[in-house]
């Protein structure tokens, strides 16, 4: 099991540009998080997706904006690049089905915006 | 805002027990204690999380006050790979998958 997955590792945009992000969920789970993780900080919720729907978001604009597909993977889509949108972005997975929901995360995309 | 308080940093010896204290006085009935820690540059990793009672795994034990409103992650042997950020955080289990808000952490180091 290859566990929580994200691409790219590392990625350089400049102001004003787009970017997409990449996530495949831990076999088994259907439920996708993105967090935002400023550097010093702890991570803030973007959103949540689970069949193919934004179920949950936190206090993010719309330039922030998320897709899920029909294997449950997921895609961040962030428009308009800011410098303050630097930040390393973290997936996390986990399924409806479970209990207790513990999430795993992926080891996350690091964005710099110049 | 977050739910909990908890020290902003931390220092153990190498071996020894590392015992990471949470406040969390306004946790609710239906509310877990979950810890995740976060080794640099790497995603959050799950390590624990209780009601009420006291829980132990293969990686942590939780201690968790009869009145809720704290509890201590306990390392019992703390190695250096231990060290990294560790985030006390109060949710709701069960299928909802609710979000997890996340404060500050307590920032561990283990010194040889």
């Known amino acids: 099991d290859a566990g929580v997955t994200q691409s790219p590792t590392h990625l350089i945009k400049t102001r004003g540009q787009q970017v997409t992000l990449r996530c495949s969920p831990k076999?088994?789970?259907?439920?996708v998080s993105w967090y935002q993780q400023a550097l010093g900080q702890g991570p803030q919720f973007i959103f949540q997706?689970?069949?193919?729907?934004?179920?949950q978001r936190g206090n993010f604009p719309d330039r922030f904006s998320g897709h899920q597909f029909p294997n449950y993977s997921s895609e961040l889509n962030v428009n308009a690049l800011l410098l303050g949108d630097s930040a390393l972005y973290l997936c996390?997975?986990?399924?409806?089905?479970?209990?207790?929901?513990?999430?795993?995360f992926g080891p996350g995309t690091r964005l710099t915006v110049l | 805002d977050a739910k909990t308080t908890q020290p902003p940093s931390m220092d153990c010896a190498e071996g020894r027990a590392a015992n990471l204290p949470c406040n969390h006085s306004?946790?609710?009935?239906?509310?877990?204690v979950y810890w995740y820690r976060q080794i640099h540059s790497q995603g959050p990793q799950y390590i624990i999380h209780?009601?009420?009672n006291n829980e132990t795994n293969e990686m942590a034990s939780l201690i968790i006050t009869e009145d809720r409103k704290s509890s201590t992650l306990i390392l019992p042997h703390a190695t250096l790979r231990d060290t990294a950020v560790y985030y006390c955080?109060?949710?709701?289990?069960?299928?909802?998958?609710?979000?997890?808000?996340f404060g500050s952490g307590t920032r561990l180091s283990i010194r040889p």
């Open positions: 997706y689970y069949e193919e729907e934004e179920r």
């Open positions: 209780g009601l009420k």
């Open positions: 076999s088994g789970h259907d439920t």
């Open positions: 955080i109060v949710r709701v289990a069960g299928s909802s998958a609710s979000k997890i808000i």
């Open positions: 306004t946790i609710s009935g239906n509310e877990y």
């Open positions: 996390a997975s986990t399924g409806q089905a479970f209990s207790y929901n513990e999430q795993f």
